[in-house]
């Protein structure tokens, strides 16, 4: 099957710094990828949908400028968190979208935890 | 908007026993339907999905799941688990038109020797 790789599989970073996390379909293009977060023993919660070539659709309550998106390639999409903080952190996983003919099914990376000190 | 609902947020089962993890969902669209696994600081893997058709889709690993319109439903189902099949399981919902995904808050199923 289809294959989507996340790095950092693990980043751990100081209050105040920014952290970059790289979302790849491997074997397929992917014009949609999606990013969520999911804090300990709860679900995911989407936080926003990027589009290669265009900027990012967010979920409510989430800050587009903390969180920056760039879907740069159909192969590639980047998370940012900007100025981190503990609160930040959490399990982040990305997404892809098989937009190929007759398919239409996700396939998700196998996360990043960011922890924030 | 879509919605999904986890009825239960544990399962503990013995090995070898049949399980069911039970779903509902709403929605005012037709949408697609999905059970995922995850396993301790892993990603998502998808078990089964629902487009059309068939209402009993079958999955790996040993997993069904009946879509029943009427309900509102999604239930996931296997005649005999496994302790591997330990792990948390979410159910979700898209709609047919962005692929923007919800998923349930998860159940852990809790396999028993």
């Known amino acids: 099957g289809a294959v989507v790789s996340q790095h950092p599989s693990r980043v751990i970073c100081k209050s105040g710094t920014s952290v970059k996390i790289e979302c790849r379909s491997l074997d397929f293009q992917a014009t949609t990828m999606f990013w969520y977060r999911q804090f300990p023993k709860q679900s995911l919660m989407l936080m926003a949908t990027s589009n290669e070539g265009s900027k990012a659709t967010y979920e409510q309550g989430v800050e587009k400028d903390k969180f920056l998106i760039n879907h740069a390639s159909l192969t590639l999409s980047t998370l940012t968190v900007t100025s981190a903080h503990p609160e930040d952190s959490s399990f982040y996983i990305c997404s892809a979208l098989d937009s190929g003919v007759g398919t239409d099914t996700q396939y998700f990376g196998p996360g990043t935890r960011l922890t924030v000190l | 908007a879509q919605s999904v609902t986890q009825l239960d947020s544990q399962v503990p089962v013995f090995e070898e026993a049949p399980v069911e993890l039970r779903c509902n969902y709403s929605s005012s669209v037709s949408v697609y339907l999905f059970w995922y696994v995850q396993y301790p600081n892993q990603g998502l893997q998808l078990l089964l999905k629902?487009?059309?058709?068939?209402?009993l889709v079958k999955g790996i690993n040993g997993f069904e799941a009946e879509f029943n319109k009427s309900q509102t439903s999604f239930h996931l189902r296997k005649p005999s688990v496994h302790i591997s099949d330990t792990a948390e399981y979410f159910c979700?919902?898209?709609?047919?038109?962005?692929?923007?995904?919800?998923f349930g808050a998860g159940t852990r199923l809790f396999v028993k020797a």
């Open positions: 629902y487009l059309s058709g068939s209402t």
């Open positions: 979700a919902v898209s709609d047919r038109g962005g692929f923007k995904t919800i």
